[in-house]
Structures are given as C-alpha cells and as structure tokens.
C-alpha cells in the first residue's frame, strides 16, 4: 500500500520538478461579429489558414478554426457551442493546424469529427495526431488498383466490381438504399483485412444509432470507426468531418493497411459549406454553391490511393454517396463527384418500388477499374454480365409490345428475368464471394433455366446451404480463386446432386 | 472609390508628421472638409483609432497595457520597459496600469494584438494541465 502511496507521491513530485513555469507571447484578437457559427475577428495578425483558435469566453475555451484572412479581420468558424461566444470575447492563436486524434484506439468507437467520444466509452488515447487537410500522395507513391473489396453484393461483385484504393460513387434519391449498401459492405469486411471508417454526415443520430446496433450484432464494429457530425450539429463540424475521417484513415493508410472509408453524404457536406461559405460573405456560383466546392470534393477524394509496396502499400476505398433530388443526376453536385470518382454504383427508384433490391441500375452504374479488381473466378462467370443485365432490361421493355419471338430472344429474356431474380439480396446479409460465383456459375451454364423464375431465389438459397454441408468446392474456390478444371468438375457435381434433391424443376 | 479609415488615417499622419503646430491647424481643417466632402464624419471614431495606431508607430511609441495583482514599484516598471525596448524595437513605451487581484501574482502585459501572460493564476492553470496529462 505505502509503495503504491510513495509511487504516486514520486511521479507528482517528477512532474512538478519537470514543469517550468515561462511566459510565452500569444497572439491574440478580439470577436467582432458572431452570428450562426461564425465569427469575425480583429487582431491576430499571424494567424494562419486553418489554424485552430481559442475563444475564451464565460471561463469556457471554445474551439474555431480561422478560415478567412483578411486584411483587418480573420473570418473563423466554431467548431462547438458559439451561443456563450460574446462580442469583444478574447481569440487565442495556438499556432497548430487543425488536426484529431488517429490511432487504433478509435477503432470500434463512435467519434464527432474533433475526435472526441460519443458513445459513453470513455477517453480515447490518440496513437498521434494528423492534421485534417493533407495533399493526397502523389503519382510516384501510388500502384495499379488490382485487389477487391468484396461488397459482398451480388449485383455489385458481379457487375461493377471494386478494387482497394477506388473511389466508387453510390448515387440515388432518398430512401432507396443507399447507405444499406454501404452498411452490407462494411459488414462483409469480417476477416478480410480491412478497417472500415463511416462518417455520418447532417445523418439523423436515431439513424446512426441503428446502425451502430447493426454493426454490433454482426460482429462488425471490431475494425470500424463511426465519425459522426449529426442533423443538430454546426455546418462547421459537417464541413470537416469527412476530412477528419479521411485523416483517421491515414494513420492506417501509413501502417500498411487497406482503409474502407464511406461518406454519407457528400450532398449534405457541400450544402454544409455553401451555409459557411455564404456567411463568410464567398460570392456565389452556381446553385448558390461557392467557386470552389469542386475542389472541396476533389481534394477530399483524391487522398483515397493504393499505395506502391516501396511506401507501405496501404489502401484507402471511399464510398462516397450522394443523394440526388428526383433521380436528377445532372444537378450540380451529383455531376461534379461523379466526374471525380472511377465511377458509380446508380440506385434506380422504379427498380426499388418494383422489389428490384439492391436497386442497381446495370446500364448507369459502372466501375472505371473494371475486373481487374475481381478474382479469376468470377472474373469469368461474370465477365459480360453487366452487358447482358443492361441488354435484357432493353429487350424486356420491348417484347411487351409483341409476343411473336424468336428463340433466342426468348431464352434471353428467360435467362434475364432469373439473373434479375439472383441480383435480388436481403439487407445485412452478404454473400461470401465464392457463393457468388457458385450461383452465378449456374446460371451462366443453364443450370437454372429449368427453374421456375418465382422459385429462382428459393433454388439459390437451398443451394447455399447445400453447399455450406457439401464445402469442398466452396473451399476449393476459396483457395484457387479460380475455375480450373478441377474446380469446375466439383462446382458441377455439387449443383447436380442438389438438383436431384428438388421436386420443382420444370421439364 | 469607398475610402477605407486606414488609408484616410495613413494620409493624414503623413501629411501632419514634422509640421509646426499653426501648419498642423491648417492640415486638419482641409482634412475635416475632406471628410465631409466625402460625407464620412460618421466614421471618425475608426479613422481616430486607427490614426492612434499609425502615429505610435511612426513615433516608435508602444502602448502596453499593464496590469499587475498589486501596485508595482518603479524599479520593475523601468525594467519592464527595457525589456519591451528591446523586444520590440520601439523608441518609447507608454505603459497604462492596472489592477486585477485576479490574477493572483506576476503580471500581464499586452500590446498591439500580442500578449505575454506571466501571472501568477496562469502558471498553475499550466501546472494543472501537466499533472492531468
């Protein structure tokens, strides 16, 4: 007990012999102006863009962030409660760019974009901190974007498949599942190396809180971080949560390791800094958006990269989502991130109200990288599966005018209407890639065309778990990675030895 | 153009500095027809504070402001007047005082927009952050 007693009386006395007391100069200013978060300050002379102020007020230290230097005035946004910030309050230079905490320790913690705990777990202990506006690393340190993310989407494996270090835009209007695909992707990355980051942007916390509880019950929370700027917080914290975000999946990015990092969404960050930017008295552009908002995008997205194997060899995937307003996809901001990212994943509402869900559009959706971020085996089941998806739709909305149809078009449509009803996935339930590619073997050989359209799901689900008590040829993908002979004699015979078990099966 | 208070104080204090007293007289009478030529009376007060700033500067005077927890004596007050001399490169310090227990002990010193806080309070407020690290 005494040793514990004299360990403390130690360290106190260490610390205290070790603290020197000095006065240091500080820059200081005085509040002009403050109005909705935003504040107007004289003085200060050497502030610098982006640093982080005190104000000091009511005995309380209220973080801002110096946005604007002007000649006589610094223009600065509060990041925190700016109702107790008075006139005449006095403003402190701390010579520090902003920056937040990163490290493993945010890692299965709800954070706001400053860093700091949400979820009643207790202080985070921050490994380092990195500043929120970084340069995206350069040609020379970056590689070919070669290995996938699984979704664990079948629509989306298949057809626009996503590599480590790709940008992929998930693009809709309201409702429609946007973030549930995010959601699923996150949930998929169980086992596969990846550290996932959500950033919640203007997002409902009621919204956030359920799919805290999603992630939990699937055990996904282990490897993900949750940056949260809700509905009710300051257009300041939406402007810099997802470049916090970004600057906590950079300490990762520099271990080495790959980093999932969703934006949902972009639309509510750039209406977040058109509110800052009019107040700030910006001129405005187009939709009243300021000049630079595309820049605002493309700075945040450019710092998503594969790294080469010389600088660690890290990864960082964005999932940015945009939400758009009557499936307008040519308003401003939805035409400005799709031109920044290596394409798009393009939520139909007619396919959702139709029970198309995930309501991926295979015509509109595509994915810059292509299939070279999918592993060989699916690489050839699903090699012209985009094209035929988007074919058939076309052919389906023609053959309702007529009913005189040669074979061919009618074996395709056939075949169509069954890939569709595979395309169709339940919420929170991914599909390791290997069923994916046992399915869509199937259907690719006719193996399923005997099957009534309404009972194709049916017949996918049984032959999971058949598959699941029968897995050698699962485990064999799983190895290979892809279809060798050897392989597909197993994949056949697993799908013929199902089949005898049906009782459905048309003639 | 709009003319900014700065520009109308840094015209004014070059156009008044090294004249003789009945010349400055005559200076600032067109200088008040200016302004009201311009309609720009009402702006006196920023023109005012702004002109106080440049004259001080141009003089080499500093304003600080002092303000200490007790009365000090002259000997420190000399010193800290060399000290800011020599810190700053002014040719004159005008020191206003002040009293404020609050700070405990030490003092405080501001000038221009900078601020050199070596009271008392702030020392264990620094103490305090080091111990809760």
């Known amino acids: ?507 | 153009m709009k003319i900014s208070a700065r520009q109308y104080a840094e015209s004014l204090a070059q156009s008044i500095s090294s004249k003789s007293k009945p010349e400055m007289a005559v200076i600032l009478d067109n200088f008040a027809k200016i302004m009201m030529e311009n309609r720009d009376l009402n702006r006196l007060d920023e023109i005012l504070t702004a002109f106080s700033k440049i004259w001080d500067k141009n003089q080499g005077e500093l304003a600080v402001e002092f303000t200490g927890a007790r009365a000090i004596s002259e000997k420190t007050k000399k010193e800290i007047e060399e000290y800011l001399k020599l810190k700053t490169g002014a040719q004159k310090i005008v020191l206003t005082e002040k009293t404020d227990e609050n700070i405990l002990g030490g003092l405080v010193l501001r000038y221009e927009d900078k601020v050199i806080n070596a009271s008392l309070k702030q020392s264990l407020q620094d103490l305090k952050n080091e111990i809760n690290k």
């Open chain 1, 1 to 507: 007990m005494s040793n514990t007693k004299d360990f403390i009386i130690e360290q106190l006395k260490s610390r205290i012999s070790g603290y020197q007391a000095e006065a240091k100069e500080q820059t200081v200013g005085r509040v002009l102006k403050i109005s909705d978060g935003i504040a107007l300050i004289s003085g200060l002379s050497d502030a610098m863009m982006s640093e982080i102020l005190i104000f000091k007020s009511n005995g309380q230290e209220i973080v801002g962030v110096a946005l604007n230097l002007e000649e006589n005035l610094v223009g600065a946004i509060i990041l925190g409660e700016f109702a107790v910030i008075k006139e005449g309050d006095e403003v402190v230079c701390t010579k520090r760019i902003l920056e937040v905490p990163v490290g493993p320790n945010l890692v299965g913690r709800v954070v706001d974009p400053l860093g700091a705990p949400l979820d009643g777990k207790g202080k985070i202990e921050a490994a380092k901190f990195y500043p929120v506006e970084k340069i995206a690393p350069g040609v020379i340190t970056r590689a070919k974007v070669k290995d996938p993310v699984q979704t664990g989407i079948k629509a989306i494996d298949a057809m626009i498949p996503i590599g480590r270090g790709q940008r992929e835009l998930i693009i809709g209007d309201r409702q429609i599942g946007k973030t549930a695909i995010a959601i699923d992707t996150i949930i998929n990355q169980k086992g596969q190396n990846m550290k996932c980051i959500y950033v919640a942007i203007g997002q409902k916390e009621s919204k956030i809180a359920n799919i805290v509880a999603k992630l939990e019950e699937a055990g996904a929370m282990s490897y993900t971080t949750i940056v949260l700027a809700g509905a009710s917080n300051s257009a300041s914290l939406l402007y810099i949560a997802p470049y916090a975000g970004c600057a906590m999946a950079e300490y990762f990015l520099d271990q080495g390791e790959d980093v999932l990092i969703i934006y949902d969404d972009l639309s509510k960050h750039a209406v977040a800094y058109r509110e800052i930017s009019l107040l700030l008295r910006r001129p405005p552009g187009r939709e009243a958006y300021p000049g630079d908002v595309f820049y605002l995008h493309s700075r945040l997205l450019e710092r998503s990269c594969k790294l080469n194997a010389d600088f660690g060899g890290g990864s960082i995937t964005a999932l940015p989502i945009i939400e758009t307003q009557a499936g307008d996809v040519s308003a401003y901001i939805p035409t400005n991130v799709i031109s920044i990212t290596d394409g798009q994943i393009y939520l139909e509402p007619d396919l959702f109200y139709q029970g198309q869900r995930p309501s991926v559009n295979a015509g509109l959706s595509v994915s810059r990288v292509g299939s070279t971020a999918q592993i060989k085996a699916m690489k050839k089941v699903a090699g012209k599966m985009r094209l035929e998806a988007a074919q058939y739709r076309e052919l389906a909305a023609f053959a309702q005018f007529g009913s005189d149809l040669d074979t061919d078009t009618k074996n395709k449509l056939e075949r169509g209407k069954r890939l569709y009803e595979i395309f169709k996935q339940d919420q929170y339930l991914p599909v390791h890639v290997a069923k994916q590619v046992l399915i869509y073997y199937a259907l690719i050989n006719g193996y399923i065309d005997n099957v009534p359209v309404e009972k194709t799901r049916e017949f996918e689900q049984g032959l999971m778990k058949y598959a699941d008590l029968n897995n050698q040829a699962l485990n064999l993908i799983e190895e290979k990675k892809e279809l060798t002979e050897e392989v597909e004699v197993k994949i056949k015979k697993l799908i013929e030895d199902y089949k005898a078990t049906l009782d459905y099966l048309t003639k």
